[in-house]
Nanobody, 126 residues
Framework: QVQLVESGGGLVQAGASLRLSCAAS????????MGWFRQAPGKEREFVAA????????YYVDSVKGRFTISRDNAKNTVYLQMNSLKPEDTAVYYC???????????????????WGQGTQVTVSS
């Protein structure tokens, strides 16, 4: 069992930066691939970024490439999402998730992620 707690969300203006953190409980954090997803009002939850167990493989949705950076610190049981050049369309609740991912394309889907945080709100004003 893994518990995930996100933090770092807030209200910012367009062009600003935020860093989200997701702290995991338990001693098996390094066994899991980690993902960030987001859900905007009235929309389905969508993939944002993912990182494999040792940080050697990273994946992003096209809309955040070059602006967001996912990273992890296995010693601190934490995954991060650095978000730069934020846009109003980035406004959403951001969730982190943990799971076992066996195939590359699955990183982009919710299917392999067994544990989810409660989400943190990111609001970007224009």
């Amino acid at each position: 069992q893994v518990q995930l707690v996100e933090s770092g969300g807030g209200l910012v203006q367009a062009g600003a930066s935020l860093r989200l953190s997701c702290a995991a409980s338990g001693r098996t954090f390094s066994s899991y691939a980690m993902g960030w997803f987001r859900q905007a009002p009235g929309k389905e939850r969508e993939f944002v970024a993912a990182i494999n167990r040792n940080g050697g493989r990273i994946y992003y949705v096209d809309s955040v490439k070059g602006r967001f950076t996912i990273s992890r610190d296995n010693a601190k049981n934490t995954v991060y999402l650095q978000m730069n050049s934020l846009k109003p369309e980035d406004t959403a609740v951001y969730y982190c998730a943990a799971g076992y991912v066996s195939t590359e394309y699955l990183y982009y889907t919710e299917r392999p992620y067994m544990y989810w945080g409660q989400g943190t709100q990111v609001t970007v004003s224009s």
